[in-house]
C-alpha cells in the first residue's frame, strides 16, 4: 500500500513512516519542509496523488483560540485533495478525552478536526492517544520557577510517542475504522506525583507544589485524560526514563 504521511517529519510522523516502510508499504513523509503546506494548499494534490492512505499528523503551530482555524482550514484543504486524488482511507491522530474539555482551545479544535473528518466524503479513522511522555518537560516549565514546580493532581495515562507511532501505523494499515480508536500507556498517575518522579530520575532538587489551578490541566475535571478500557501500550513511564 502507499501512503501519504502530511506531517511526516516529526516525532510521530517519522516514526509512522518508518514503521509502514519497514512492514513492506511505501510511506512518504510530507510537510513544509518538503514544500507541502497545508494552510495554503500547495503541494497536496501532488502529495496525496497515487496514495491509498493519507495519514494527517500536522498540528497547529498554537494551542490557543487560534488552533481551531488551523484545523479547519488545514483539514478542508487536506480532504479535498484526498477526496480529488481516489484515497480510500483518511487517518488523524487526537486526543483523549478532547471532547470533554470545552474551557480549553486547543481541545476544542482538536474535537473540531474530528468532527470534520467524519463529516467529510473519505472512510476514515481517529486514534485518540493520552498525553506523551515527551511532553513532560513542556508541562512542567509551564508553572516552573527556579525552586518549585506547580502542577495539579489530575491523572494522566502517559504514553510514549514510539508507541502512539506503532498504533498509527497499525491503524492505517488496517480496514477504516470510520471510528475512534483509543490508546494509552499502561499507568494512571496524578500529574503532580509524576512531575515529581520525573525530576528525581533527573537529580533535578526542585520541589513540586501541587496547585489545582496551575497549568493548561488545572481546568481538567475527574479522570478526563485517562482512559482504562483503552488499547494499552507497553511501555511504563519509569523504563521510558531509563
Same mark, same amino acid.
Given at each position: 500500500?502507499?501512503?501519504?504521511?502530511?506531517?511526516?517529519?516529526?516525532?510521530?510522523?517519522?516514526?509512522?513512516?518508518?514503521?509502514?516502510?519497514?512492514?513492506?508499504?511505501?510511506?512518504?513523509?510530507?510537510?513544509?519542509?518538503?514544500? !507541502?503546506? %497545508?494552510?495554503?494548499?500547495?503541494? =497536496? @494534490?501532488?502529495? +496525496?496523488?497515487?496514495?491509498? %492512505? +493519507?495519514?494527517?499528523?500536522?498540528?497547529?503551530?498554537?494551542? @490557543?483560540?487560534?488552533?481551531?482555524?488551523?484545523?479547519?482550514?488545514?483539514?478542508?484543504?487536506? =480532504?479535498?485533495?484526498?477526496?480529488?486524488?481516489?484515497?480510500?482511507?483518511?487517518?488523524?491522530?487526537?486526543?483523549?478525552?478532547?471532547?470533554? /474539555?470545552?474551557?480549553? @482551545?486547543?481541545?476544542?479544535?482538536?474535537?473540531?478536526?474530528?468532527?470534520?473528518?467524519?463529516?467529510?466524503?473519505?472512510?476514515?479513522?481517529?486514534?485518540?492517544?493520552?498525553?506523551?511522555?515527551?511532553?513532560?518537560?513542556?508541562?512542567?516549565?509551564?508553572?516552573?520557577?527556579?525552586?518549585?514546580?506547580? =502542577?495539579?493532581?489530575?491523572?494522566?495515562?502517559?504514553?510514549? $510517542?514510539?508507541?502512539?507511532?506503532?498504533? !498509527?501505523?497499525?491503524?492505517? $494499515?488496517? $480496514?477504516?475504522?470510520?471510528?475512534?480508536?483509543?490508546?494509552?500507556?499502561?499507568?494512571?498517575?496524578?500529574?503532580?506525583?509524576?512531575?515529581?518522579?520525573?525530576?528525581?530520575?533527573?537529580?533535578?532538587?526542585?520541589? /513540586? %507544589?501541587?496547585?489545582?489551578?496551575?497549568?493548561?490541566?488545572? /481546568?481538567?475535571?475527574? @479522570?478526563?485524560?485517562?482512559?482504562?478500557?483503552?488499547?494499552?501500550?507497553?511501555?511504563?513511564?519509569?523504563?521510558? =526514563?531509563?
Amino acid at each position: 500500500m502507499r501512503f501519504a504521511v502530511i506531517g511526516g517529519t516529526g516525532l510521530i510522523g517519522s516514526q509512522v513512516v518508518k514503521n509502514l516502510n519497514a512492514a513492506g508499504h511505501e510511506a512518504i513523509p510530507h510537510s513544509q519542509s518538503t514544500g !507541502v503546506d %497545508v494552510i495554503s494548499g500547495q503541494g =497536496l @494534490d501532488e502529495a +496525496v496523488a497515487g496514495a491509498d %492512505v +493519507v495519514v494527517n499528523l500536522t498540528n497547529s503551530p498554537t494551542f @490557543d483560540e487560534a488552533s481551531p482555524a488551523f484545523f479547519q482550514t488545514s483539514m478542508a484543504n487536506l =480532504l479535498a485533495a484526498a477526496h480529488k486524488g481516489g484515497v480510500g482511507h483518511f487517518v488523524i491522530l487526537s486526543i483523549v478525552g478532547t471532547d470533554q /474539555v470545552p474551557e480549553l @482551545d486547543y481541545y476544542q479544535a482538536k474535537a473540531l478536526q474530528e468532527q470534520i473528518l467524519a463529516a467529510g466524503p473519505i472512510p476514515y479513522s481517529i486514534v485518540r492517544a493520552t498525553q506523551f511522555m515527551e511532553f513532560m518537560d513542556a508541562a512542567m516549565s509551564w508553572t516552573a520557577d527556579a525552586d518549585t514546580v506547580r =502542577l495539579p493532581a489530575t491523572p494522566i495515562q502517559p504514553i510514549a $510517542a514510539k508507541d502512539v507511532a506503532n498504533a !498509527v501505523a497499525e491503524v492505517a $494499515a488496517g $480496514a477504516p475504522l470510520n471510528g475512534i480508536r483509543n490508546i494509552a500507556g499502561p499507568e494512571i498517575f496524578p500529574l503532580d506525583e509524576l512531575g515529581r518522579i520525573t525530576l528525581s530520575h533527573k537529580g533535578d532538587n526542585r520541589t /513540586v %507544589v501541587t496547585d489545582p489551578a496551575a497549568g493548561m490541566f488545572a /481546568v481538567v475535571k475527574g @479522570d478526563v485524560l485517562t482512559d482504562k478500557h483503552a488499547h494499552l501500550a507497553p511501555t511504563r513511564y519509569a523504563d521510558w =526514563l531509563s
